[in-house]
């Protein structure tokens, strides 16, 4: 029924889902515009490198990401393949993110996101883990390496041309 501009929807006289004239869609009797879940999408991304010098392709045919967003987060997923390498070293940030990072404005975590890697040589055995975390502000992830004590971030003179990884997170949008 409706219920002035809105369109409500009940279920044994309670109220479930409610579509306000002003966008969006709430819940169980929530009309508060500031919880409207008002935007859905899904889509694809192809990343990119830069590094501090030298360069790294990323693979055009062999290297596809998914993202789905849900209001103000964002879930990303890949497969990320090397197709070329050209003297890397330094850092490694991989651009193409759908969205910009929030800002952190309010203060809480704009996201992180773990990686699995495969074929990237001279992996030190205390290495544990390579991350890469979202750029407040930005359409970029930093690719960083955790030894369980610290991070290491100069990580680009391990990449070779095939080199690929997989990767899955979230992070949040202004």
């Given at each position: 029924y409706r219920d002035t501009n809105d369109m409500v929807f009940k279920l044994q006289g309670a109220e479930k889902i409610r579509l306000p004239s002003s966008g969006g869609i709430t819940f169980n009797g929530d009309t508060a515009a500031a919880n409207a879940l008002d935007d859905y999408?899904?889509?694809t991304w192809q990343p990119s490198y830069t590094t501090s010098s030298?360069?790294?392709t990323a693979h055009p045919s062999y290297s596809l990401c998914r993202y789905t967003k849900i209001g103000r987060v964002v879930q990303i997923q890949g497969l990320v393949s090397t197709s070329a390498v050209s003297s890397p070293s330094g850092s490694v940030k991989m651009y193409g993110l759908p969205f910009a990072v929030d800002?952190?404005?309010s203060g809480e975590n704009s996201g992180n996101a773990a990686i699995a890697v495969s074929n990237i040589i001279d992996f030190?055995?205390?290495i544990?883990?390579?991350t890469i975390h979202p750029q407040t502000g930005t359409t970029?992830?930093?690719l960083v390496e955790f030894n369980g004590t610290s991070t290491n971030t100069s990580i680009a003179n391990r990449w070779q041309q095939d080199t690929y990884f997989t990767f899955s997170g979230?992070?949040?949008i202004a």
């Open positions: 999408e899904e889509g030298g360069s790294i800002n952190n404005s030190a055995s205390s544990n883990m390579l970029y992830l930093n979230t992070y949040t």
